[in-house]
């Protein structure tokens, strides 16, 4: 009855609290305490970790940066798409607009690339399917993540932010072929 | 003058204006859920990607005005009927300025009303969240703004209403705990609304022209101070609920007042850092930042919700066992009045926020899991689990206990209010579950058509993805169907309830007080201190056995479930 009354006890916080509740607080508190050590242990010891590396853009800028890339390393097209081929190691990039994710990579498996991304328009959400890797991607800023596919294959770039009326057709693709 | 009257079943006091406050929010609350869950069932016969049911423009129509009345209408008016039960009936004191009350509600109802026409226009389909440079028509903004500007009324009303207690000695000691809980609720509203001011204001004045640029990360971050600490007023009232009803109900008192203030009083300093939990993939944002904000500052907030988690069944089991149901470790759980919707609501409601809501809601925000389910089907299953069950159910639990005692009237089809817990929890549980496990295999919320129709290029989810989603499709519609028989219930004992109150009209259900003899008490007595406890009871200092088995139950589950999600983020493409 007392959890709406007024407490028994007029000095409540000097009332000691049961070894119940006390060991299960030092249990929470040690859990809490490991599952927030992960994060930063997981900057050093863990391999999936996203870069920070960011900056302020235009879509102007960004989409000239994206259309100097494909005019150097253009390999063939994809249903009207460029595909692309940047030498193993270098920056990529990719552009989220309505609604396509422009131009279609080729990477090499094992191989680290600097992947930029950017929308020219509202925000989108790279989603890398079926690896299940997910950004946000936001107009105005440019974000650099350096990636390492580990597999060969097909990818395809979901967009998981909803962008209008045409959003489930934005799609793009990522080849990770054998080097 | 004679102001209040006292429930001749559960001795609460009503403050006439206070009374007419708390119907009035609840029925609109109630109307606001009436069209989520409508809505609901637009988005998910439409997930279910063999029903199909709506086409791209309509579903996305139909999502915004779903998430919009469900996260912000729906429990934020019955919050504010929560806030004026916890200050005027708990302290038996009479409510501040209830004019002002009265202006807050009306903004707040013109706003919901501004909003959901701006959306039902077609013009404004941006989601709850309405990220920037999207644009939805400058009314959307509006209604919100104005309902923001409402409920804050109704914090400052619930805040000078405390005032009024303490000045009019009405009670003795401190408040009560559940009383401190819905302070704990109104600090982070304030805090809410605040935020929402900061983003809301400005991308109105955008809509119209008036400002010709919004940074869209940095709408994102503020926003998100509005958008997630509008949950964790929910979380803050969802509590207090939970022990307003085992006090109710089994006469607990709470297993230690300390504990429990101590973990709402986290809460009002960690629980509003979780904007970040949104931010965890976004561009340029520091690690420190994300590490430090998204974990409450080293998860200090889910210690609360763990420390609740233990104190809110402890404290019913240490009341159970003094009645003598001590037999074995569950006894005084298995012999609980599961026939009665208010206690089977409010048990299922703390069970699955818990063990569904609360590990789902950990792992995602971690910053390095958030990879991996960012924007997936797996959010909208998580906070499934914390608002619509964790706090819908349980405003719905305590609408079977405020039918009779603050409307006067007997439940109408006492078996489907029965039934009701159990249709609405089985339901949400299976669409949870098995969205958790579509958005695990990158499945998008937000998304009209999982197979791409119309596109460039092509993709095909495995199989399993468009099962689960078929089984969350089924589970979703029987959980729409126990929204409707609480609707019903809820409905129908307002119009053909039985009345407890020979002098109550038939508008008095609605809002409009009862008839002026009943009003008459000038000032109840002053409300005494609660009883001493007699004894403790219970195995070597061990109240609660029973409840300590599943807080630990818990913790294994927490563990084992946290450490697959690491497995799992370590298979993806290194990245840094």
């Known amino acids: ?179 | 003058m004679a102001q209040f009257r006292v429930c001749p079943d559960s001795g609460f006091y009503f403050d006439k204006s206070a009374e007419s406050l708390m119907k009035a929010n609840a029925v609109a609350g109630a109307v606001a859920l009436l069209i989520a869950g409508i809505m609901a069932l637009g988005v998910i016969l439409t997930r279910w990607q063999e029903v199909h049911l709506l086409p791209a423009d309509l579903f996305y129509q139909v999502l915004t005005a779903h998430g919009i009345n469900a996260l912000i209408f729906w429990v934020i008016f019955f919050e504010m009927a929560i806030l004026y039960f916890a200050s005027s009936t708990l302290l038996r004191t009479r409510l501040a300025a209830p004019n002002w009350a009265w202006a807050g509600f009306v903004l707040m109802l013109i706003g919901a009303v501004m909003n959901n026409i701006a959306v039902l226009q077609g013009n404004s389909s941006v989601m709850m969240t309405s990220y920037v440079p999207m644009q939805a028509a400058p009314h959307f903004y509006l209604g919100l703004i104005l309902f923001a500007v409402g409920a804050l009324i109704g914090c400052f009303v619930f805040l000078g209403t405390l005032v009024i207690a303490k000045d009019d000695q009405t009670y003795q000691g401190s408040i009560p705990l559940v009383t401190f809980g819905a302070l704990t609720a109104a600090i982070i509203a304030i805090f809410t609304i605040a935020s929402g001011a900061i983003i809301l204001v400005p991308t109105f004045l955008w809509s119209i022209g008036y400002i010709n640029h919004i940074d869209a990360e940095m709408y994102r971050v503020i926003w998100w101070a509005m958008g997630h600490s509008s949950q964790q007023i929910n979380v803050a009232a969802h509590v207090s609920v939970w022990y307003l009803i085992v006090g109710i109900m089994f006469n607990a008192r709470p297993m230690s007042e300390k504990v429990s203030r101590f973990a709402f009083l986290l809460y009002i300093f960690f629980l509003q850092l979780a904007s970040a939990h949104h931010i965890l993939v976004d561009p340029g944002i520091s690690a420190e930042w994300k590490i430090f904000n998204t974990s409450y500052a080293m998860y200090l907030a889910v210690l609360a919700s763990m420390i609740h988690g233990l104190t809110v069944p402890g404290s019913m089991e240490v009341a159970q066992r003094a009645r003598g149901l001590t037999k074995g470790m569950f006894e005084w759980l298995r012999k609980a009045p599961w026939g009665n919707p208010v206690f089977s609501g409010f048990f299922f409601a703390l069970v699955i926020f818990g063990f569904i809501g609360g590990i789902t809601g950990v792992v995602m925000g971690t910053e390095q899991i958030n990879l991996i389910i960012h924007n997936t089907i797996y959010v909208p299953a998580h906070f499934h689990a914390t608002v619509a069950v964790g706090t819908t159910l349980t405003f719905m639990a305590l609408t079977y206990l405020l039918i009779p005692v603050l409307f006067r009237r007997q439940l109408f089809l006492p078996w489907m209010a029965k039934l009701q817990p159990y249709v609405f929890s089985a339901g949400m549980t299976m669409m949870i579950l098995f969205l958790l496990g579509a958005g695990t295999l990158g499945v998008s919320r937000r998304h009209w058509d999982m197979d791409f129709t119309g596109a460039a290029l092509s993709f095909e989810y495995p199989g399993t993805a468009y099962m689960m989603m078929s089984l969350g499709g089924i589970g979703g519609v029987l959980a729409a169907l126990g929204g409707a028989m609480y609707l019903l219930v809820t409905v129908g004992s307002l119009i053909f309830g039985k009345k407890l109150e020979a002098s109550a009209g038939f508008l008095q259900s609605f809002g409009v007080p009862l008839a002026d003899s009943v009003y008459n008490i000038e000032q109840p007595e002053q409300l005494a201190r609660a009883p001493m406890p007699v004894e403790q009871h219970g195995s070597g200092g061990f109240e609660a056995p029973g409840t300590f088995v599943l807080a630990l139950a818990l913790l294994v589950c927490f563990v084992v479930y946290y450490f697959i999600n690491w497995d799992y983020l370590a298979s993806v493409w290194p990245m840094g």
């Open chain 1, 1 to 179: 009855m007392s959890t709406f009354l007024p407490p028994s006890d007029r000095i409540w916080w000097k009332v000691p609290v049961g070894r119940q509740e006390i060991i299960w607080i030092g249990i929470a508190l040690v859990w809490c305490l490991i599952m927030f050590f992960m994060m930063p242990y997981w900057h050093v010891y863990g391999k999936q970790n996203l870069s920070t590396e960011a900056y302020q853009t235009t879509p102007e800028k960004y989409g000239a940066e994206v259309e100097a890339m494909i005019e150097k390393y253009k390999t063939g097209e994809q249903s009207g798409m460029p595909v692309v081929t940047p030498p193993a190691g270098s920056d990529v990039y990719m552009l989220g607009r309505l609604w396509q994710w422009y131009p279609i990579l080729k990477l090499e498996k094992n191989k680290t690339y600097r992947l930029h991304l950017s929308s020219m328009d509202w925000q989108h959400g790279f989603s890398l399917q079926p690896v299940n890797i997910n950004l946000q991607v936001v107009p105005g800023y440019e974000m650099v993540i350096k990636i390492t596919p580990d597999q060969a294959g097909e990818y395809t770039v979901v967009c998981n932010e909803f962008c209008g009326i045409g959003h489930h057709t934005m799609l793009g693709k990522i080849y990770v072929g054998e080097n």
